[in-house]
């Protein structure tokens, strides 16, 4: 049993509220979680105190932003332990992350013939990116096999990954199945071919403790709105070699050394992939995210959702008709389901009547849904604030939402 929902709740004020006429049970975390009060005043007091551009001006309000956006960039390096504090580059989260190694790195390294390795439940934040490049260079994308259950093998990976790999891009954690893959093997094998190791951190950075040097992957992308941070920030972590190497893909302000009316020259890491004025405030409660979070602990947090995983598929599993997607173990943080015939978005929408938000749709993973042979699943995500009895509540609402339909069929 944990205990932490019960504790942490008082520190997120969306959360003491009613929906229709219900106390709010928020199981939609893996699109997107709610802000503790810290998070909320960080960026008030920052508004209100200390607004200013960064990096430019030398008054005091200046150097009050500039010291508050490079604290955050500090928290973020030491949070994801990073060898160096110019291998993090803030962006507007994990879609901007992954494209801007796609664009800056993968085109400047792919030709016909390479290869690009993912898997079937990649997000398409982590898809569409690399069709593009494959589109643009000729590469091959090739897709490491599911097991029924949705989980991949090192046997397969093995096999898929070969020397003429150039990249290799897999989730940490799937948004549809919970898994956990295997990211720090997949980063030695493809290594050992020669390739890169890319990681889209999304669903992992929130639940689990995150160390880019033990992974070894070479870049690792992750928002900040999916763990208790404000929405269009996040960061892209990049090994220093390869990012000294690569070309920004924005230009303009902030991110250059000397123009002239025919050249210009860039500044250096982090700042040339930053350009013009970066997302100060968003930095700022990124950073104010990052102490709540190590204050609680990252391993506590792992431990309690991965708790209300387990017992929701337990307590889901006994409702006849409802079909569960992904692995009984090796589940972090969600439960997706389909219960009987009904639309996933019809099912939403009856439990929202009882104050229950829940995800219903492809989750934008739509080669996944076809592989599992649905339209539409849908879904619980749970986080630090949430409880058992909130678990108990969906099934039960679950339940009445069998109960309502077998009524009007």
């Known amino acids: 049993m944990s205990s932490l929902g019960a504790e942490i709740r008082e520190q997120f004020p969306i959360l003491h509220q009613e929906v229709n006429g219900h106390p709010l049970v928020y199981l939609d975390n893996g699109a997107s979680s709610q802000r503790p009060r810290s998070v909320i005043e960080a960026i008030k007091r920052y508004y209100e105190l200390d607004h200013s551009n960064v990096h430019r001006g030398v008054h005091t309000l200046g150097s009050r932003a500039t ?64 069709q593009q490049v494959a589109k643009a260079t000729g590469a091959t994308l090739k897709y490491i096999p599911l ?21 290799v891009s897999v989730v940490y954690v799937s948004n549809v199945l919970g898994v956990t893959n295997p990211v720090k093997e997949l980063a030695a094998i493809a ?38 941070g404000p929405t269009g920030i996040g960061a892209l972590y990049g090994k220093k070699t390869l990012l000294d190497n690569m070309e920004p893909i924005e230009f303009g302000g902030e991110m250059i050394d000397r123009v002239d009316l025919y050249e210009s020259t860039f500044k250096e890491l982090p700042y040339k992939f930053e350009g013009g ?10 950073g104010a995210a990052i102490d709540f979070l190590t204050e609680v602990g990252m391993d506590r947090i792992h431990a309690h959702d991965t708790h209300l995983a387990k017992i929701a598929y ?27 015939e009904i639309h996933a978005h019809d099912v939403a929408t009856v439990i929202d009547q009882e104050g229950i938000a829940i995800r219903a749709g492809h989750h934008c993973c739509q080669p996944l849904m076809r592989w599992l042979n649905v339209n539409a699943t849908a879904r619980a995500s749970f986080y630090l604030y949430n409880t058992e009895q909130e678990v108990e509540l969906l099934v039960r609402a679950l339940r009445n939402t069998e109960q309502f339909f077998e009524s009007i069929g």
């Not at 494209?99 to 982590?126: K, Q, W």
């Not at 097991?147 to 990249?167: F, M, N, V």
């Not at 004025?277 to 990124?286: C, Q």
């Open 147 to 167: 097991q029924p259950d949705g989980s991949i093998t090192l046997e397969d990976a093995e096999k898929t990954i070969t020397e003429r790999t150039k990249i």
């Open 277 to 286: 004025t970066p997302i100060i405030a968003g930095a700022v409660g990124l």
């Open 314 to 340: 337990e307590q889901l599993s006994q409702i006849e008709g409802l079909t569960i997607y992904g692995p009984r173990d090796n589940r972090t943080g969600l439960v997706t389901f389909n219960l009987k």
């Open 191 to 228: 290594h050992r071919n020669g390739a890169v190791m890319v990681v889209d951190g999304a669903q992992s950075t929130p639940h689990l403790k995150v160390d880019v040097q033990d992974l070894d992957c070479d870049f690792y992308a992750f928002s900040g709105h999916k763990m208790c």
């Open 67 to 130: 010291d508050a956006y490079e604290g955050a960039r500090d928290k973020v390096a030491a949070f994801l332990n990073a060898k160096f504090r110019e291998e993090i580059i803030f962006t507007r989260g994990t879609t901007t992350a992954l494209n801007l190694v796609a664009f800056s790195y993968a085109r400047s390294v792919c030709r016909e013939g390479d290869e690009i390795v993912l898997t079937p439940m990649e997000h398409h934040s982590n898809l569409i990116p690399w």
